[in-house]
């Protein structure tokens, strides 16, 4: 079973920064997942924020993160990067990290995703 750990969360100012790390374990030999970013903040339903796919570095991401986010993979590492810039106080959320084994472009439902991260906390101050 793929275990994912999330980092990199914190407090920061709008406008400002964060680089988010997931790091995955007990995937093999090989790291071909389809690999996404959720987000969930409070009293809201998780939702998609940004996916990525194993070869041809195919990316999608949420409407409302385009041009601000910035999903990212290093296969030799099995890690996954989200680099967030921009940041506004509706980024406030914790982010997860997901792992989708079968499929071959990133998917927006939560459900396609069978591994899950502890998810990482991020607060986006005024």
């Known amino acids: 079973q793929v275990q994912l750990v999330e980092s990199g969360g914190g407090l920061v100012q709008a406008g400002g920064s964060l680089k988010l790390s997931c790091a995955a374990s007990?995937?093999?030999?090989?790291?071909?997942?389809?690999m996404g970013w959720f987000r969930q903040a409070p009293g809201k339903e998780r939702e998609f924020v940004s996916g990525?796919?194993?070869?041809?570095?195919?990316?999608n991401y949420a409407d409302s993160v385009k041009g601000r986010f910035t999903i990212s993979r290093d296969n030799a590492k099995k890690q996954v990067y989200l680099q967030m810039n921009s940041l506004k106080l509706e980024d406030s959320a914790v982010y997860y990290c997901a792992a989708d084994p079968r499929s071959t472009i990133p998917q927006s439902m939560s459900a396609r995703y069978e591994s899950w991260g502890q998810g990482t906390q991020v607060t986006v101050s005024s």
């Open positions: 007990g995937t093999g030999r090989t790291f071909n997942y389809v």
């Open positions: 990525i796919r194993y070869r041809s570095m195919y990316t």
